[in-house]
């Protein structure tokens, strides 16, 4: 774990519990691979279909973020450019699953917001959303993610799994 931002770390977390499961399905990694990113944003997590390689599963945590409905609007886009650039559908529509902390309460406007926007995307047949909360209130000053951190990252994973049954 060589990253210093906790917020990664969170994910280095989830994502090595995520590669236990759905293995015959996805394969998980941390980001994502070229033209699913735009500069040095990315998703926190993909989850890669085996037979094509295609990212299907996107992965938003959203830990204390100030605008999460940026992150909606950033897969829209992503999707929609991919494409135009193709000139044809995709197959599969990816699943975007966007996981808010106990920071975000449940009459706040960012998460308001971001799920609108993605039930938008959502009924505008672009890609699936998912929206999951998350009971941990991770500190505004940590720097390390260790203990309750941990297994928190763990606890979201196994959500997301069971989120994904009958998706796939």
């Known amino acids: 774990m060589a990253s210093k931002n906790?917020?990664?770390q969170f994910?280095?977390?989830?994502?090595?519990?995520?590669?236990?499961?759905?293995?015959?399905?996805?394969?998980w990694e941390l980001r994502g691979?070229?033209?699913?990113?735009?500069?040095?944003?990315s998703s926190d997590i993909t989850g890669y279909a085996l037979k094509t390689n295609e990212p299907l599963v996107l992965i938003e945590i959203e830990r204390r973020r100030y605008a999460p409905v940026s992150n909606v609007a950033k897969v829209w886009s992503w999707i929609l450019d991919l494409i135009e650039?193709?000139?044809?559908?995709?197959?599969t529509r990816?699943?975007?699953?966007?996981?808010?902390?106990?920071?975000?309460?449940?009459?706040?406007s960012r998460l308001k917001h971001?799920?609108?926007?993605g039930t938008l995307m959502k009924k505008a047949k672009?890609?699936?959303?998912?929206?999951?909360?998350?009971?941990?209130r991770p500190r505004e000053k940590a720097k390390r993610c260790a203990g309750?951190?941990?297994r928190q990252a763990k606890r979201l994973a196994g959500k997301v799994v069971k989120s994904l049954s009958g998706r796939l």
């Open 6 to 8: 906790i917020a990664d």
């Open 11 to 27: 994910a280095y977390f989830m994502c090595e519990e995520l590669k236990n499961s759905l293995k015959e399905k996805l394969n």
């Open 33 to 41: 691979q070229k033209g699913w990113n735009v500069g040095s944003q």
């Open 85 to 91: 650039e193709k000139k044809e559908k995709l197959q």
């Open 94 to 108: 990816p699943i975007l699953i966007q996981a808010f902390s106990a920071h975000y309460t449940e009459d706040s």
């Open 114 to 117: 971001a799920k609108l926007i």
């Open 126 to 136: 672009v890609a699936e959303y998912i929206c999951l909360r998350f009971r941990y």
């Open 148 to 150: 309750a951190c941990q």
